[in-house]
């Protein structure tokens, strides 16, 4: 019986939080080839300007940078192909629905491996934030910041 391991958190969107407000996300598998797996576990990947789209009946991460392996030579893979995403059918169907008529976009928030060693997707179906609400954020994180600040002053 193999050894459980701990979730290891590859690629992190930061600027997601800030730029949209997270209506819902999703767990999603990704079809991967051997040397972006490799890439991967080494800590190499960069989600920060990455989206996911509908193409058919699939859904499809688009401009994922994860680098070229180095010990692939001839059979590595292209840094920012189109990588499928795997969900189920009615979690595609509502996502999907919720893109096309709702105007939402897809955004992933962090790639990682689960706990069997799986490479996962946290996908977001987010809404972009006005400028004022991107300021209030800003503002509740700095009071929260500062709130920690004086509670720990105080003892």
């Known amino acids: 019986m193999a050894k459980e391991r701990e ?16 209506e819902d996300t999703f767990e999603a598998g990704i079809v991967l080839v ?16 990455a989206h996911a789209t509908d193409q058919g009946r699939d859904i499809v991460l688009l401009n994922a940078h994860i680098p070229e392996y180095a010990g692939a030579s001839l059979f590595n893979h292209e840094p920012r192909r189109p990588r499928r995403l ?20 897809l955004v992933p928030l962090s790639i990682y491996f689960n706990e069997r060693g799986r490479a996962k997707v946290e996908l977001a179906l987010v809404k972009g934030k006005k400028a004022h609400d991107k300021r209030a954020t800003v503002r509740t994180r700095e009071w929260e910041r500062e709130k920690g600040r004086i509670m720990r002053a105080r003892g």
Not at 7 to 22: G, L
Not at 34 to 49: C, F, H, M, T, Y
């Open 7 to 22: 979730v290891q958190i590859v690629a992190r969107n930061r600027k997601a939080r800030y730029e949209y407000s997270i």
């Open 34 to 49: 051997g040397s972006e797996v490799k890439s991967l576990r080494q800590g190499r990947a960069n989600i920060a300007e």
């Open 86 to 105: 795997l969900l189920h059918r009615r979690e595609t169907n509502k996502l999907i629905g919720a893109v096309r008529r709702d105007g939402m976009t």
